[in-house]
């Protein structure tokens, strides 16, 4: 017997109503403290103790199959003719049927046994669950289904009965194999990760299962090969193809110290890898698991529909018995009015209605997943579908994040003496701005000669000093001197440059200008968003007013506030959410943690392999690819779009079909192909969010 907190992966789930069906039933078992059957990802989450035959058996009414989740994904998919044989038969028995129709009449008894055959091979499963459902007074499509059927059997319209079998359960088949094809995304994604992986012990190389691989194993990985566990380059040098986990098309160079992710292909060189995460917590192990319970969380527009569902079923069951006992009581042929009310009972089945929001959640997480976006759930992938206003954090987002120089200006004519004593002072610093500074001059090849530093010291906010050759040398922003800086200066700081000074006490040897530089993709993307109805976009930044103001104009953003600090960027979103309504922002993951989580939905950016960012960001932007922003919101757009159009089309054709019962129009097979015709347009519908990309 399994322990507490069990997790098994189920076969043959035909509907969603069937889920919470064997869902319930699981509950009923002995020992089984609560349970959550996924129909998303057909996964069964037991609290308890229960037999995997006493699961099984709770199925039985939909021939569920249960297995483990590692048993499950070495499984070999059953044919078509294997997994339908039974809706083939029954296919085979009606079309029979017809033939003794033509050669004998339709009341002959062999047409009447063919169909009757029929009818009871395709619907076996059927009149299991739904007879347990009416013991239970639990009206779902099964339901309605089994009491249609029988119906038409006792007023003798044994062809209409078999027909209404045959085409509901081809509707299922085509229910199972597109929602089959929408969970084909993160299927994809388990299944890019080798079983095993060469691993070097003891001085001893040797095949190994994921599972036996501990962190500090040393992983050898030949050209071509995908990488089976993430871990860091120890030796070797080569590109990395990381699509499956970032969405990047072009291969990331990497070297020693460089992190890898499992599931992605070692192109060109040899690798020696140290693990460093067991297979269960790798970058690829998370976005699985996250994005299974994604796809199972319900959106707001499915919690509504499945709301409607269950006031709507009732009434369809009224509206059925109305049309079948009202009109014979004026006078109307019971026959015709009962066959009415069957009909009535058929086109009612809410299964188009039903699957209509979560086929489309399912295939839009699905593929944002396999593009590099991790949306952490419907609610999310909605709420995005409806933001107005998007915050950026402005370092490492819309920026770089790492400052360049710019711009340099000589005070002097002795450049040598200016570059060099400059260098001396910014090669003790730690400071980002200092790097930046010695970057540029090793870069650009300045010549430089050793100068010693005496009695170096930092002054706070405002740069560092040292005594070179007998005198005090400055270095940091122009309110560190007296003297005020030139029109040049000006000219750098106006046009959102950050400047630092170089001198002593009686004068400015040199101006350096820095600017941390918008990504090249930033005013495009910008621009995008603009165009997908994002109406306000902002910049919050802890930089001077100068320098975000010429960086909103050069990206055309709508408005910027500058010298934020985290908390003053905290409280920005939420006076916008009071005032204005919903707002998006998106940052580093890390940095800006309150203001993300305050958000509507917080989007984290470059977030393969950052634990924090996966666990707290609403949508996750796994590689550092700002272009995957614009992808996700018209994805989202396209999601909500979607969903309306589902739920529109479900309910309207079948107002529509219970029009005809006006006329008395409405047959069994109108009924069932408007019922399994809206299943199959609703998820045909939904499968088309796979196209964007």
Same mark, same amino acid.
């Given at each position: ?648 089309? $479900? @309910?309207?054709?079948?107002?529509? #079909?219970? &029009? %005809? /019962?006006?006329?008395?129009? =409405?047959? +069994?097979?109108? $009924? @069932?192909?408007?019922?399994?015709? #809206?299943? &199959? %347009? /609703?998820?045909?519908?939904? =499968?088309? +969010?796979?196209?964007?990309?």
């Amino acid at each position: 017997m399994p322990s507490s907190q069990q997790t098994y992966r189920v076969e043959g789930v035909s509907c969603a109503n069937c889920a919470k069906t064997f869902e319930n039933n699981v509950k009923r078992i002995k020992g089984v403290d609560n349970a959550e059957v996924n129909f998303a990802t057909l996964k069964v989450d037991i609290d308890g103790k229960a037999s995997i035959s006493d699961i099984e058996k709770a199925g039985s009414f939909d021939n569920i199959k249960v297995v483990t989740e590692n048993d499950n994904a070495n499984q070999a998919k059953e044919p078509f003719w294997v997994r339908y044989d039974r809706i083939i038969f029954s296919a085979l028995l009606v079309v029979l049927g017809f033939a003794a129709t033509f050669t004998f009449g339709s009341s002959h008894y062999l047409t009447t046994i063919l169909f009757g055959l029929a009818a009871l091979v395709g619907g076996i499963t059927l009149f299991k669950a739904g007879l347990i459902n009416l013991t239970r007074l639990r009206f779902d499509m099964k339901t309605l289904m089994t009491i249609a059927v029988i119906g038409a059997i006792l007023i003798g319209e044994w062809r209409e009965a078999a027909i209404v079998v045959i085409l509901f359960a081809i509707s299922e088949a085509l229910e199972s194999y597109s929602m089959d094809k929408a969970r084909a995304s993160i299927r994809s994604l388990m299944k890019i990760s080798p079983k095993k992986a060469l691993i070097r012990r003891n001085g001893t190389d040797q095949i190994i299962a994921i599972e036996d691989i501990v962190i500090g194993d040393l992983m050898l990985v030949k050209p071509g090969e995908r990488i089976a566990m993430d871990g860091r380059v120890i030796d070797g040098f080569s590109a990395i193809n990381q699509a499956s986990i970032t969405g990047e098309s072009i291969p990331v160079e990497k070297s020693a110290n460089d992190e890898v992710f499992a599931g992605t292909i070692n192109q060109d060189g040899y690798l020696e890898i140290e693990v460093t995460k067991k297979a269960e917590d790798t970058t690829i192990a998370k976005i699985v698991h996250l994005v299974e319970e994604a796809q199972g969380e319900r959106a707001p527009s499915q919690a509504f529909v499945d709301r409607f569902a269950a006031y709507y079923t009732p009434v369809i069951i009224a509206i059925a018995i109305l049309v079948a006992v009202i009109p014979p009581l004026f006078g109307g042929a019971w026959s015709v009015w009962v066959y009415q009310g069957l009909a009535v009972l058929v086109v009612g089945c809410p299964c188009a209605l039903v699957i209509s929001t979560p086929v489309a959640i399912v295939t839009a997480i699905g593929n944002a997943a396999r593009n590099g976006v991790l949306i952490k759930g419907g609610i999310y992938l909605e709420q995005m579908g409806r933001i107005k206003s998007i915050a950026f954090d402005k370092t490492g987002t819309l920026t770089n994040g790492t400052p360049k120089v710019t711009d340099v200006y000589y005070f002097t004519d002795n450049r040598e003496k200016a570059i060099n004593y400059l260098n001396a002072l910014e090669t003790k610093s730690n400071h980002p701005l200092a790097k930046a500074i010695v970057d540029y001059i090793s870069d650009e090849k300045i010549n430089t000669s050793k100068v010693d530093v005496e009695h170096f010291t930092t002054i706070k906010g405002k740069g560092i000093q040292g005594e070179i050759n007998g005198e005090m040398i400055y270095a940091g922003s122009p309110n560190l001197f007296d003297q005020l800086p030139n029109e040049e200066v000006n000219n750098f700081q106006e046009s959102g440059k950050t400047v630092m000074l170089c001198g002593t006490n009686d004068e400015i040897l040199v101006a350096i200008a820095l600017r941390d530089e918008p990504r090249k993709e930033s005013k495009q993307i910008i621009k995008q968003l603009h165009k997908l109805g994002i109406n306000h976009t902002y910049m919050l930044t802890g930089d001077h007013a100068q320098t975000a103001v010429a960086l909103k104009e050069d990206l055309e953003i709508t408005d910027v506030k500058a010298g934020l600090l985290p908390k003053d960027k905290l409280d920005f979103i939420k006076k916008h959410q009071d005032k204005h309504g919903d707002i998006a922002m998106i940052g580093d993951g890390i940095n800006d943690t309150p203001a993300l989580a305050a958000s509507t939905v917080g989007v984290a950016m470059g977030s393969a392999g950052t634990d924090s960012a996966l666990e707290t960001a609403d949508i996750a932007l796994m590689g550092d690819d700002l272009e995957k922003l614009p992808f996700t919101v018209k994805l989202s757009r396209r999601t909500l779009s979607i969903i309306k159009q589902n739920v529109s089309f $479900a @309910i309207g054709i079948k107002v529509l #079909a219970l &029009l %005809l /019962v006006i006329p008395g129009w =409405l047959t +069994l097979w109108i $009924a @069932i192909f408007a019922d399994m015709g #809206a299943t &199959l %347009l /609703v998820t045909l519908n939904a =499968l088309r +969010l796979l196209k964007i990309r």
